[in-house]
């Protein structure tokens, strides 16, 4: 670990031991699982490394899941001997100046061992685990709950869905990045956002906390709005003709297209599908909640992918970049697509949440490996701290997927 005393400095440090083009090598990493490094020449004068991860797509034992808050990738990997891929997910609730802690961090739609956590506020691409293999398509964020008992019909409230319960979550935030002479931009959340708007017709909101058993309970009623979206699960707006003056349980039957019965085990919102004609258009980038510097711009990031082959395997591939630099500043959502269908035919697949968050851990032999953002830095959190430099850890996420 090491520490210094300002960005500048901190990154001038990195810069020399991260801005490298890795070696080739194939790997055998158990069960048919196998790691292949590559560097890619970008043209002029910048390059790529390539991580990937592939396996036999009805093989490696995938898993979703959601964190209770933030945890580090590469620690995952390290407390569970069983695993031998765990990278970063889907997209989470990200702030540098801390003004309010959600109790759900994964944004948009978050199911893990077949119950949810996270309802989606609109609709959007999702990688989920069905049967023992991952599957990728658009999730409507809409489907079927009932409240005390009756059936309801409910959908997002960012969503165009007409249903009889409009629900808010933690993708329901507005994030803004505004300028810090110290670090370049920080990520500051629009209080105002964390609360529901003003009711003036015969609705309620409610304000639900879900219990181990999957079913979310009613605490918090507000015929005017006002309700604190962040301190529960989800807020729901009803009829009042659907409440009765009383705090309702709530239990969820479908999302989308997911019955909640099991049978998918798990599922998260991510980015836009590899076949997408032009992803400086896709809403992800209209997103509030990620920021005001919209992630699927054909700009160069750090970026993840997930996607089947037509041979029958699964890959998940971390094209590597850091910021600012002006050889290795990572890939644009076309160029990631051109390098895997460059070699590969796609079958299918979508993008993870992509920039600083790309992290890949990989059990080798005995010894756990840290892959993509090696240069991150811990920014201090209060006056007199210093800029830590964390290669293996990097930053923590609220969502994973898991190979065994």
């Keep these: 670990m090491y520490s210094f005393e300002s960005n500048q400095v901190a990154s001038e440090f990195v810069r020399s031991r991260v801005d490298v083009p890795a070696v080739t090598r194939s790997e055998l990493i158990g069960n048919d699982m196998r790691l292949e490094v590559a560097s890619y020449d970008l043209g002029g004068g910048k390059f790529t490394n390539s991580y990937d991860i592939s396996f036999l797509s009805e093989s490696g034992q995938p898993n979703i899941e959601i964190s209770q808050g933030l945890a580090s990738v590469f620690e995952r990997a390290r407390e569970d001997p069983s695993l031998r891929v765990v990278t970063g997910a889907g997209f989470f609730f990200l702030v540098d100046q801390v003004n309010a802690v959600p109790r759900q961090y994964a944004l948009n739609l978050a199911l893990q061992d077949g119950q949810l956590h996270s309802f989606p506020v609109a609709d959007r691409e999702s990688v989920f685990v069905e049967k023992g293999r991952m599957s990728y398509e658009r999730i409507e964020a809409l489907g079927a709950l009932s409240l005390n008992g009756v059936e309801l019909s ?88 659907y409440i009765h003056g009383e705090i309702p349980d709530m239990r969820v039957h479908t999302v989308g297209r997911i019955a909640l019965d099991g049978a998918v085990q798990g599922a998260i919102s991510v980015g836009p599908m590899l076949d997408e004609k032009n992803f400086s258009l ?26 089947d082959t037509d041979d029958g395997h699964t890959h998940i591939r971390l094209f590597d970049g850091r910021p600012g630099s002006p050889i290795f500043p990572g890939v644009t959502p076309q160029q990631a697509v051109d390098l895997i269908g460059g070699k590969e035919v796609i079958a299918t697949g979508c993008f993870l949440d992509p920039g600083q968050t790309a992290k ?17 830095l811990q920014w201090p959190q209060l006056p007199g701290e210093k800029f830590v430099w964390t290669p293996q850890h990097g930053r923590q996420v609220a969502s994973m997927i898991t190979l065994r």
């Design 282 to 307: 896709h809403s992800i980038n209209n997103d509030k909640s990620l920021g005001s510097r919209p992630p699927f711009l054909e700009v160069p990031l750090a970026r993840t992918v997930v996607y």
């Design 360 to 376: 890949l851990a990989v059990k080798e032999t005995d010894e756990v490996m840290s892959y993509g953002n090696t240069h991150y």
């Design 154 to 241: 409910w959908s997002g409230a960012l969503s165009e869905h007409d249903t009889d319960v409009r629900v808010f979550s933690n993708g329901s935030s507005v994030i803004t990045h505004v300028r810090n002479d110290e670090t370049g931009s920080m990520r500051v959340l629009d209080d105002s956002s964390r609360y529901t708007p003003e009711i003036d017709d015969d609705y309620v909101d409610v304000g639900l906390i879900r219990r181990e058993d999957g079913v979310f309970v009613g605490v918090t009623t507000s015929a005017s709005g006002g309700v604190d979206i962040l301190t529960h699960d989800v807020v729901l707006r009803a009829h009042e003709r």
